[in-house]
């Protein structure tokens, strides 16, 4: 069975621009969610969308959106990139509303110059 | 606010060695859940553990053991008999329901590296 997938996996943008990342969860997984890495530290919660639905948003700037599809795959926007966005960039899927067990995709690595 | 505190940045150990990892943690949450990860340099985060607060016994997978330890706030990570392959970035973490949202988020810890050698 195919595992969280994640596009596109590297990407190099510069300041101002526009970046989409796509998501497709684990079959059956209704419940996906989005991470920002940045070097040297542990993941940060961006948003967690269910059913389509947002269900949370964690503190990141409203440059930042995200939406679920109808087969529960996924998009995370960022519009005016700035130097600060370079991150890998991680999504996980889960079958349940609330967190159980998450599995992660690699990652898009982004770097804004 | 929760949080995690991981105090190793780094820790070396030598094959077949057993190895802990530390976590500590801070919730006034009375129901939690603790999870530790582990990413090799693909970048991937696996999912190696899980426990829950209400759990009365240490959790453990394989060669992974929680040291779950309720009182001090601590759910350190024992790997037995480690190999090359569990040289990697460990991470410790904590399920957090988001407040006046639905959902849940986990919060993790900055993480340690783990290197093993021969």
């Known amino acids: 069975d195919a595992g969280v997938t994640q596009s596109p996996t590297h990407l190099i943008k510069t300041r101002g621009q526009q970046v989409t990342l796509r998501c497709s969860p684990i079959s059956g997984h209704k419940s996906v969610s989005w991470y920002q890495q940045v070097l040297g530290q542990g993941p940060q919660f961006i948003f967690q969308?269910?059913?389509?639905?947002?269900?949370g948003r964690g503190n990141f700037p409203d440059r930042f959106s995200a939406r679920q599809f109808p087969n529960y795959s996924s998009e995370l926007n960022v519009n005016a990139l700035l130097l600060g966005d370079s991150a890998l960039y991680l999504c996980?899927?889960?079958?349940?509303?609330?967190?159980?067990?998450?599995?992660f995709g690699e990652g898009s690595r982004l770097t804004v110059l | 606010a929760q949080k995690i505190t991981q105090t190793q940045p780094g820790m070396f150990v030598q094959e077949k060695e057993a190895v802990t990892l530390d976590c500590t943690y801070d919730t006034s949450d009375p129901s939690y859940g603790l999870f530790w990860y582990k990413q090799p340099s693909s970048g991937e985060m696996i999912f190696l553990i899980y426990q829950g607060s209400y759990d009365q016994q240490n959790a453990t997978e394989g060669r992974y053991s929680l040291n779950f330890q309720k009182a001090r706030k601590s759910a350190n990570l024992v790997i037995s008999a480690s190999q090359l392959g569990d040289s990697a970035m460990y991470f410790c973490a904590m399920r957090e329901d988001l407040a006046n949202q639905a959902g849940t988020a986990l919060i993790f810890g900055k993480g340690t590296t783990l290197s093993v050698s021969s």
């Open positions: 969308y269910y059913e389509k639905e947002e269900r």
């Open positions: 996980a899927s889960s079958g349940w509303g609330h967190i159980g067990e998450l599995f």
